[in-house]
């Protein structure tokens, strides 16, 4: 295994499940300090909500130790010699080297967070958060650090999750974003929903530009980030820009990769082409269900399901991963996020014909003290009727009514049948219509006129 976090060692785990140390030798290697950890949890971590590392950290190395997986830690494989069977692998604090044999390579490595080539960007005082020790170092600037001004570069999850966790330390947060509105998995009417509540909130919202050079100080510090038309004054930078695949040292094994750089692998998670090698989690591109396309989507949910399939399949079971239609969840304060299928221009790239409706509605019964508003957008296929997507943005309660899009698509359902839905009703959880089936209605009669 190579990679010891959600995908390596779930497999890992599946793997030792189904066949004992005498059946199968595992051996799986880190090279960072933390094994099966909630990456996405690290905001949240930062933020305060959560108040201790370790309560991410959802199993030790040694509770992997004590199930016969000898896993060593601090330990980078450099090199994958697919035709030999066997990887080379560094020690990371001593430099000693050496080769380990495989009858089944399991590659877990993840993704690497974007950092921008421009002055300035390795910076003290400048933070990407993609791991535990990166959360670390980030709290521990947060400790050193008077000022209280801060800006974070992008407006995706991480970044509106990180400007969250940063209003929550007491500082003045600027989001600089490169895209028209934040959230770019949203379309741009839904973004600028969260664009407006962020400000709302006291977040400086900068769209439409791009941070061209981190100033620093005489003391080497940041101190600004430095765009073509303005300069924003900032004691730390949080980066959240995104992250690509880690997949190079796949690429020189020539193992095949995809558009967006992921390895490509079947419904066994076996890479394809190669009979004793699987890979899974944020290395590698998944099938979406709705376009038919493969796609790059690093999320822990998929991660672990990888891990599931995989572990079965070199255990000696057998398992499929058919695909994702894309959902994901956030928030920034009390303000959920959520989407599930494609936005417009995914299905307008994947050659499809669609209708949009947007409604707006209420997380409760309007009569039922709480009630907040929420706004519902759906995508569906003219004629068919398919349900092609769905985004949500509201308050307490909008964000988890995707579930019920993101089974409606898996199962290929249509926005008539949804209106038929037999969903929960009371007035402290839902109006009579539950607002994804507002939406489900209005989508319906649209597409009958075709």
Known sequence: MIGGDAAGMSAASQARRLRGPDELEIVAFERGHFTSYSACGIPYWVGGDVEERDRLIARSPEEHRARE???????????????????????????????????????GTGARPIRPDMPGADAPGVHGVQTLDDGQALLDTLARTRGRRAVVVGAGYIGVEMAE??????????????????MSTLDPDMGRLVHKAMQGLGITMVNDTEVTEVRTGEDGRVRAVATP???????????????????????AAGLPLGGRGGLLTDLAMRVRGHEDIWAGGDCVEV????????????????????????????????????????????????LEIARTGLREKDALRAGLRFETVTIESTSRAGYYPGASPMTVKMLAERRTGRLLGVQIVGREGAGKRVDIAAVALTAEMTVEQMTALDLG??????????????????????????
């Not at 966790?165 to 509105?181: D, K, L």
């Not at 607002?435 to 489900?440: D, I, R, S, T, Y």
Request: proline share 6%; with cysteine.
């Open 229 to 251: 038309d303005a300069e924003y004054p900032a004691d730390v930078v949080v980066l959240g820009i995104g992250v690509r695949p880690e997949t190079r040292l796949a690429a």
């Open 165 to 182: 966790a940063m209003i929550n330390r007491g500082y003045r947060v600027t989001v600089v974003n490169r895209g028209s509105e934040p």
């Open 287 to 334: 099938l979406n269900l709705v376009s038919g396309q493969e796609q790059y989507i690093p999320l822990g949910t998929h991660a672990n399901k990888h891990g599931q399939v995989i572990g079965t399949n070199v255990g000696g079971g057998y398992a499929t991963f058919p695909g994702v239609v894309g959902t994901a969840v956030s928030k920034v304060c009390d």
């Open 69 to 107: 997986i000898d896993l060593r830690m601090r330990t980078e494989v450099m090199e994958i010699d697919v035709a030999g069977k066997r990887v080379r692998a560094r020690d990371v604090d001593s430099g000693a080297e050496s080769w380990t044999s495989y009858d089944r390579l399991v590659i």
């Open 425 to 450: 009703y009371a007035p402290p959880f839902s109006p009579v219509w539950d607002p994804v089936l507002v939406a489900a209605r209005k989508a319906a009669t649209k597409v009958r006129a075709f």
